[in-house]
C-alpha cells in the first residue's frame, strides 16, 4: 500500500473542499495526487492494496454527522443517509415492513462482516468486480487500456459477464443492493462540488461504458452522495427479489432479479423489473414490464415476460448458461408476487 | 478550486515535536482518543474547530481499547487493524488470509459488531472497543464456543478457526436458540478450506445447549 494522509472531515462542506478526485478518474487518469472519499472502505482499500490507485490523501466521511439517519414516512417515503450500514438496512423494521425487495437484496449482499462495516453509498459508488478490471496487470479500457480482455474469443474468461449491453467493456455493475433500488425507482442526492444539491434518479446515476468508459456511474470530482430516496410503494404493492449465486455461503450474483408491482385483484396495474448481473449497471426490462400490464401473473405469463428480458441477450463465450438463469430468476421473482 | 489539499497537508508538517489530536470514533457521539505522542514524521491537526483534521502519511501515535485494556501504539494511516493487533500488540490470534474482507478469518468484535480487520484501518477504530479472539475466554476458562470446537473437532488447518469462533459467539451471544440456519447464516462469510462446516455448525449448537 503507497502512504497516503487522512483527512478526518467532519462535515460535507469540509469534505467536498478537501476532495479534488474520484476512484474512477484515478484508475483512469492516475496522477499520485488524488484526494478521495471514503466511507466503509471496503473498495478503496481493495483497490489501494491492489496497487490500482494510489492516493494521496484519503477523506474519510465515514464520521460526518447527519449523513448515518434512515427514516420513513408514508408521504415521502424512505430516506437512507449516505452512511447507513447495509447491516441497518437489513435490519430496519420499516424496510420489512414496505419495501420488501429491498431487504432481500441487502440481506444477500456480501457478508455478515462486510455488511456491518459497508455504506449504501460506497455500496452504489464501488467499481466493478471484473477480474480483469481489479488486476494491475491487465490494463483494460477502464484503466486507459486498449481492449476489454473479458471479451477476447480466445482468451476471454467472461463467465461472469455481461449479456446485456455488452458492445464494449462487458463488465457487470458490483451492487446487488441496487438492482432493488432501481425496481422502486429510488433517487440519489448529492451534493456537488460548488455545493448544490441534486437529486437523480437512480436509473440515470449509472452510466454505460458505451456513454463513457472510464466511470460507472455520474459523480464528479468533489460529487458527495448525502441520501438515498426511495417512494412510498402505493398500495396494494407487492415486490420480490431472488439472487444466484455459486456457492452456498456468500457470494457475488450470477443473476439477480428485483420486481415491484401494483396488483389490482389479482391482476397486474404497474410493474417494475430490474435485473442485476446482466449488464454493466443494472438494468430496467421495460419490454416484459409492458407484456405484464393489466395481465394476471401466472406461469405462462411469467415465461413470456423472462423470453421478452432476454431477446436481446448475446451471451460471450463462456456465459451462455445466464440466459436460462435469468429466463427462470425472473419466473421465479415474478410468481413470488403472484 | 478543491486543489488545495496537497497544500493543506503540507503546512501540517511540524518537526517532532509531540502533538495531541483527537478523532472522533467512527458513528459515535463521544470524542475519540487518538493521541499523538511522537514520532520524526509526526504531524500536525488543522486549527480551525470546525474544519476537519489531517493525519499523516507518517506515523501516528494512538490509544486504542483492545480487549478491555487500553494500549497505546504507533500506526501510520495505511495500517490496518489486523496489522495493529498482530504486528504492534502481538495479538496474533487474528488471522489474516485473504486480506481483501472475502474471508472472514481476520473477524474481530468492535462494539460488540463483527468485522473485517484486515480492512479496516487502524485510525478508523476511534474510541470504540476492539474485541479479539483472544478476549473470548474469561479468566483463564476456555468460552463455550471454543470448548465445543475441541469436543467436536472443528478445527483442521487452524487458519479460519479464530474467525469462525469469532462469527459463532457474536450469534449466541444475539440469539439463545439458534436453528442451523442461524448458525450458517452467521457464518455465511466464514470461508474454510479444510470443509470443516459440519462440525463447526454441531460444536455451535451444542455450546448454545451448553450456555442455557
Ligand atoms: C468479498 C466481498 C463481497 C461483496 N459482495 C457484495 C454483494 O453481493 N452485493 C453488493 O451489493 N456488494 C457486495 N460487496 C460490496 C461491499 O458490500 C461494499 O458495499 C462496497 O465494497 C463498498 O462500500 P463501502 O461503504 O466500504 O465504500 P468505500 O470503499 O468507502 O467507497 C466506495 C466508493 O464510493 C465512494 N464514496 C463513498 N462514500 C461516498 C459518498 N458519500 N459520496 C460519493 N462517493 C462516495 C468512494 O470514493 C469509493 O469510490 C462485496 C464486497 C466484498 C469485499
Ligand atoms: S483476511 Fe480479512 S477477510 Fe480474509
Ligand atoms: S480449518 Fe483449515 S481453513 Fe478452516
Known amino acids: 500500500m503507497n502512504k497516503f494522509s487522512w483527512y478526518e472531515a467532519k462535515s460535507v462542506e469540509d469534505a467536498i473542499e478537501q476532495a479534488n478526485s474520484t476512484v474512477s478518474e484515478e484508475i483512469y487518469t492516475p496522477t499520485g495526487k488524488a484526494s478521495i472519499y471514503k466511507s466503509g472502505g471496503i473498495d478503496v482499500w481493495d483497490m489501494v492494496k491492489e496497487g490500482l490507485i494510489a492516493p494521496q490523501m484519503i477523506v474519510n466521511v465515514r464520521n460526518i454527522k447527519g449523513l448515518d439517519k434512515m427514516s420513513f414516512d408514508p408521504d415521502s417515503g424512505l430516506s437512507i443517509g449516505a452512511n447507513v ?4 438496512i437489513e435490519q430496519s423494521p420499516e ?4 419495501y420488501t425487495a429491498l431487504q432481500q437484496a441487502v440481506a444477500h449482499a456480501a457478508t455478515p462482516q462486510l455488511r456491518n462495516m459497508s455504506t449504501l453509498a460506497g455500496n452504489l459508488a464501488q467499481r466493478t468486480r471484473c477480474w480483469y478490471f481489479r488486476s494491475a496487470d491487465h490494463p483494460c479500457m477502464r484503466k486507459g487500456g486498449d481492449r476489454c480482455y473479458a471479451r477476447s474469443q480466445q482468451t476471454g474468461q467472461n463467465e461472469n459477464h455481461a449479456i446485456l449491453d455488452n458492445g464494449s467493456c462487458v463488465s457487470l455493475h458490483a451492487s446487488s443492493v441496487a438492482t432493488a433500488l432501481l425496481a422502486y425507482e429510488a433517487s440519489i442526492v448529492y451534493l456537488d462540488a460548488k455545493g448544490e444539491s441534486h437529486e437523480v434518479p437512480i436509473e440515470d446515476f449509472f452510466v454505460s461504458p458505451s456513454q463513457d468508459i472510464w466511470r460507472e456511474n455520474i459523480l464528479s470530482p468533489g460529487d458527495l452522495i448525502t441520501e438515498i430516496k426511495v417512494p412510498t410503494p402505493s398500495s396494494g404493492t407487492r415486490s420480490h427479489y431472488v439472487k444466484q449465486v455459486a ?5 457475488w450474483s450470477l443473476a439477480d432479479v428485483a420486481v415491484v408491482a401494483k396488483m389490482n385483484g389479482n391482476k397486474c396495474e404497474k410493474i417494475t423489473i430490474a435485473l442485476g448481473a446482466a449488464a454493466p449497471t443494472p438494468v430496467r426490462a421495460y419490454r416484459a414490464e409492458e407484456a405484464l400490464i393489466n395481465q394476471v401473473i401466472n406461469k405462462e405469463s411469467a415465461k413470456l415476460a423472462g423470453e421478452t428480458a432476454m431477446a436481446s441477450a448475446r451471451p460471450l463465450t463462456m456465459n451462455g448458461y445466464k440466459v436460462p438463469l435469468f429466463l427462470t430468476t425472473i419466473s421465479q421473482a415474478l410468481l413470488e408476487i403472484a | 478550486m478543491k486543489k488545495n489539499s496537497k497544500k493543506s497537508h503540507a503546512e501540517g508538517h511540524s518537526k517532532g515535536l509531540s502533538r495531541r489530536g483527537f478523532l472522533r470514533g467512527a458513528g459515535l457521539t463521544t470524542a ?8 520524526v514524521q509526526a504531524f500536525e491537526a488543522h486549527t480551525q474547530p470546525a474544519k476537519g483534521t489531517s493525519f499523516g502519511p507518517g506515523s501516528i501515535g494512538i490509544e486504542m481499547k483492545v480487549n478491555g485494556r487500553m494500549q497505546s501504539l504507533t500506526v501510520e494511516p495505511r495500517t490496518t487493524l489486523a496489522t495493529a493487533l498482530r504486528d504492534h500488540l502481538s495479538l496474533t490470534g487474528t488471522k489474516v488470509v485473504c486480506d481483501r474482507g472475502s474471508c472472514s478469518a481476520c473477524t474481530v468484535f468492535i462494539d460488540g459488531k463483527p468485522v473485517n480487520a484486515c480492512i479496516t484501518m487502524a485510525l478508523d477504530v476511534g474510541d470504540r472497543e476492539v474485541i479479539t ?3 473470548i475466554a474469561r479468566n483463564g476458562e476456555l468460552h463455550p464456543v471454543q470448548e465445543a470446537f475441541i469436543e467436536h473437532d472443528a478445527s483442521q488447518c487452524g487458519y479460519c478457526t479464530p474467525g469462525m469462533v469469532m462469527s459463532c459467539v457474536h450469534l449466541l451471544e444475539n440469539e439463545e436458540n ?3 440456519e442461524d448458525v450458517k447464516a452467521a457464518t455465511r462469510g466464514n470461508l474454510c478450506r479444510c470443509g470443516t462446516y459440519p462440525h463447526v455448525f454441531k460444536a ?3 455450546a448454545a445447549e451448553k450456555m442455557k
Open chain 1, 85 to 88: 450500514t447495509l447491516t441497518e
Open chain 1, 247 to 251: 456457492r452456498e455461503s456468500y457470494d
Open chain 2, 32 to 39: 475519540g482518543t487518538v493521541v499523538f505522542t511522537t514520532g
Open chain 2, 178 to 180: 439458534p436453528s442451523l
Open chain 2, 204 to 206: 455451535t449448537l451444542s
Open chain 2, 133 to 135: 479472539i483472544e478476549g
Open chain 1, 95 to 98: 424496510v420489512s415492513e414496505h
